[in-house]
Structure formats: C-alpha cells, structure tokens
C-alpha cells in the first residue's frame, strides 16, 4: 500500500476496481483545512479519464509494473502491432491503450509498461516528440500574419497538426506527442 505522498505521474494504482494511470496531480495546502491531492486519473482498460481528490495520508493501491521497450511495427485496423527489441516476441495492442496513435510512426520505438502480476499490458508511453514529414499543407497567405497564424497541415502518419503558415509539404516538423501540437521545424 501506498499513501497519496507516493504519487508521481505515470503511476498507476487500484482505484474503484480497474487500474487507473496518473496523468496529472496536484499537492493542494489550503491555507484553512486539511491537505489533499487533486489527480486526474486515466482508465487502462477503457481510456476513460477521470478526477478525483484524494485526502492527504489517504492510503492507495499501486500496482507493480514493468517497463519494456518495443518497436512499432504496423497497425491494422484498430490493432497495433509491437516488437519487444530484446527477444523480437510480438504483441498486439488495442487503439484505446495508445495515447496519441496518430502520431506513431513505422518503426518508432515506444516504452510499453505491464502489468508484473499477469503481464498483461497497461499503456503506452510515446516518446516525448516525433519528427514527422508534412505531406499536405495549403499554401500560406501572405499578409496573414498579423497574430500567431496557424493552418491545417496532413503528416506522414495520417494526423493532421496546426502549423505556421510558413510550413510547407515535403518539410520535416517536430511534434509534441501529449498535445498533439507543434513545436518546430527541422532541418536535414
């Protein structure tokens, strides 16, 4: 057992009979009252992303987890296919144990963590940016840029990212996998 001065992001405990990730917390010490962690807590199984309030000393269930690396291989359908890169065993996920499967590349090498008790696969940690190439994007406007202007852009992997104007097809950029969003443009 564990006690709510032990949570970390990427943690996961037993909660309301389902294995829940920690995504986000918070150590709130309100100048009046006790004081209490705010998490916001995402299912393994179904994906479903929850808040909850835990009081301080309040005791949790962790649960024990291995972390391996393995390549990604190719998705079909809403299944993707994994590579363990030590002994090259393959396993295969479903869509909702990723956070962000449009932004997974062929190849890409990702930290999948299991579950120690009966190695069932929890979640899939991407890492924190990929580089991908811009295979549509309209033409920007020139005298649009007043402010920040973004526009759609379509990349290798399918997902559409918002980008400066000044991004154009064939240009690599550099993207954020928590948000989805773009950091920068990179040069070959």
Known sequence: ???????????????????????????????????FVRTKLKSVSTGKVLDNTFSAGHKIEDVRVETRSYQFLYAEGETYHFMNTEDYNQ??????????????????????MFNTEDAMPLSVEMPASVVLEVTYAEPGVKGNTATNATKPAKVETGAEVNVPLFINEGDKIKIDTSSGSYMERVKE
């Open 1 to 35: 057992m564990a006690s709510t001065s032990d949570i970390r992001k990427g943690l996961c405990i037993r909660y309301n009979n389902d294995i829940y990730k920690i995504i986000e917390f918070l150590h709130v010490k309100p100048g009046k009252g006790p004081a």
């Open 91 to 112: 396993i295969t996920l479903a869509e909702s144990a990723l956070d962000a499967p449009g932004l997974l590349k062929e190849g890409e090498v990702v930290k999948i």
